[in-house]
């Protein structure tokens, strides 16, 4: 009602309205699929045989029975994956701190 009584356009109303409404949800997803994505590629590197990575490291070093090595690789991970998840709240509280 009050987008039409202030007579604005499409676009400013995509803008204006629809962009700051979707993200909240636009934030959340990406900071899940940075989690997932973290996952699948370690879990990939493990499994699928690559070359490098960290994944493959951890693998190799289970192989070898190197737990010490072996637990500075998953902290590793698990650092990298607070890192990430810090960023994009940071992010969200800063965009939105509406919400």
């Known amino acids: 009602m009050l987008i039409q009584t202030l007579n604005?356009?499409?676009v400013q109303k995509l803008v204006h309205i629809s962009c700051w409404d979707c993200l909240p949800n636009i934030l959340l997803g990406l900071k899940q699929?940075?989690?997932w994505s973290l996952v699948f590629i370690?879990?990939?590197e493990m499994f699928i045989g690559a070359n490098e990575g960290i994944g493959k490291i951890i693998f190799d070093f289970q192989q070898?029975?190197?737990i010490l090595d072996l637990y500075a690789g998953i902290i590793l991970i698990g650092i990298i994956g607070y890192l990430g998840n810090l960023f994009f709240s940071k992010i969200r509280e800063k965009?939105?701190?509406w919400v």
């Open 33 to 35: 699929s940075f989690s």
């Open 42 to 44: 370690i879990v990939t």
């Open 64 to 66: 070898v029975f190197r």
């Open 8 to 10: 604005i356009s499409t």
């Open 95 to 97: 965009l939105v701190f």
